[in-house]
């Protein structure tokens, strides 16, 4: 398994600010996903994180409101810009092993207000 | 793509009753992977089970149990003598290349 860490753990924002959300693995990993769950909903992927190239984004996400950066195989980041209400959710990152088994992080818990 | 259905929203139970969770899938692939998710009400996704498309044998872990039925592209999640604990959200999640997330099912166990 792999254990995952992010920070903060949940925020409280004013709109039109930006929020950078960390996400740490305990191992060196290839594959690594940032998602998000608004509130009541089950989880959209955003995008795939990609070390050492730009991320891969999902239909409906796009690099201006999401940015992404993933410096090595055990760390990404994923900012959500010039916030507003409709941000609020769940983000969560995700890392997937060589057996394809996918484990999540704790989330961080964002409203906008 | 695949497309997954949790027609299941809510259910409620006493506890030590069994309750089955329903999972549909379409998928046109042919190599993919099922996996279940439970939500506690903290919010984090803990990992419960992942099976491969080609793996149809039931599988049982403690008080859980998982009935993997290709022909009819179910995958249904079976919890044996339900505790309070269990009260989370199940997420049924295909995956190929991507998870494709279901709806969910919220289950309520009652002391």
């Known amino acids: 398994s792999a254990v995952i860490s992010q920070k903060p753990s949940r925020d409280i924002c004013q709109r039109g600010t930006s929020l950078t959300i960390q996400c740490q693995v305990d191992s060196q990993v290839t594959m690594m996903f940032w998602y998000r769950q608004q509130p009541g909903q089950s989880l959209t992927l955003i995008a795939t994180?990609?070390?050492?190239?730009?991320?891969?984004?999902e239909s409906g996400f796009v690099i201006d409101k999401f940015p992404i950066s993933r410096p090595n195989l055990t760390f990404s980041t994923l900012t959500v810009s010039n916030m507003s209400p409709e941000d609020s959710s769940i983000y969560l990152c995700?890392?997937?092993?060589?057996?394809?088994?996918?484990?999540f992080g704790p989330g961080t818990r964002l409203t906008v207000t | 793509a695949q497309k997954v259905t949790q027609a299941q929203t809510e259910i409620s139970v006493v506890e030590k009753e069994d309750v089955t969770l329903d999972c549909v899938y379409e998928?046109?692939?042919?190599?993919?992977?099922l996996f279940w998710y439970k939500q506690p009400p903290s919010g984090e996704l803990v990992f419960l089970i992942r099976r491969n498309s080609f793996d149809e044998q039931n599988e049982i872990s403690g008080r859980y149990s998982w009935n993997f039925q290709k022909s009819t592209s179910s995958f249904n999640f079976t919890i044996t003598a339900s505790q309070v604990v269990d009260s989370a959200v199940y997420f049924c999640a295909p995956f190929r290349r991507k998870f494709y997330f279901g709806s969910g099912t919220k289950l309520n166990v009652k002391p």
């Open positions: 995700s890392v997937e092993l060589a057996n394809y088994e996918q484990y």
């Open positions: 998928t046109r692939d042919t190599t993919y992977y």
């Open positions: 994180a990609n070390q050492g190239s730009e991320a891969t984004y």
